[in-house]
T-cell receptor, first 111, second 112 residues
Framework: KNQVEQSPQSLIILEGKNCTLQ??????????LRWYKQDTGRGPVSLTI?????NTKSNGRYTATLDADTKQSSLHITASQLSDSASYIC??????????FGTGTRLQVFP | DADVTQTPRNRITKTGKRIMLECSQT?????MYWYRQDPGLGLQLIYY???????NKGEISDGYSVSRQAQAKFSLSLESAIPNQTALYFC???????????FGPGTRLTVL
């Protein structure tokens, strides 16, 4: 069964610190891998989308990496801000366009 | 104005009642989707539509039905609501590439 697993489930960091969120998947073959940010009570918002041939993609302070050989992705957040407090969801797209969602990492940034 | 809107944003209902959740989009996208989100689980696809005449079941369609009234409108119905349908429901849209989905703000449904 195709799965997407994220770690850690939750993370607390201090404002200004960096952090890295992990995503491991078993989806194969896959079309692309996405990272979404979901604020509490809101819909997910796309941060990055990477195809299997891309290794890294940045969006401001967010940098996603992808290793298609080991089926791992990470999302690195630099110089965290209070507004980064949210859930971060890794999503892998099969070639059929079906999306497999991870359960997310809940990040809390404290001052 | 938001590109993808959902109504209502919150709804409390009783077991056995019929409920309709509505979704509208101004992005001009052909594809629309309905998902539900439960605590501790990833979003699960209920139904999706690639155009007005196309309706497809997702992973968890039992107990739900949909209607694509126009390119911009996609409604989700619960014919006879049950408590385990209590969840957060999201509508999403994408263009024909399907490369990126844009989500609405969600509807929090509670079935007592």
């Amino acid at each position: 069964k195709n799965q997407v697993e994220q770690s850690p489930q939750s993370l607390i960091i201090l404002e200004g610190k960096n952090c890295t969120l992990q995503c491991n998947y078993t989806v194969s073959p896959f079309s692309n891998l996405r990272w979404y940010k979901q604020d509490t009570g809101r819909g997910p918002v796309s941060l990055t989308i990477m195809t299997f041939s891309e290794n890294t993609k940045s969006n401001g302070r967010y940098t996603a990496t992808l290793d298609a050989d080991t089926k791992q992705s990470s999302l690195h957040i630099t110089a965290s801000q209070l507004s980064d407090s949210a859930s971060y969801i890794c999503v892998v797209s099969e070639f059929t366009d079906k999306l497999i969602f991870g359960t997310g990492t809940r990040l809390q940034v404290f001052p | 104005d938001a590109d993808v809107t959902q109504t209502p944003r919150n709804r409390i209902t009783k077991t056995g009642k019929r409920i309709m959740l509505e979704c509208s989009q101004t992005k001009g996208h052909d594809r629309m989707y309905w998902y539900r989100q439960d605590p501790g689980l990833g979003l699960q696809l209920i139904y999706y539509s690639f155009d007005v005449k196309d309706i497809n079941k997702g992973e968890i369609s039992d107990g739900y039905s949909v209607s694509r009234q126009a390119q911009a409108k996609f409604s989700l119905s619960l014919e006879s609501a049950i408590p385990n349908q209590t969840a957060l429901y999201f509508c999403a849209t994408s263009d024909r590439t399907g490369n990126e989905q844009f989500f609405g703000p969600g509807t929090r449904l509670t079935v007592l």
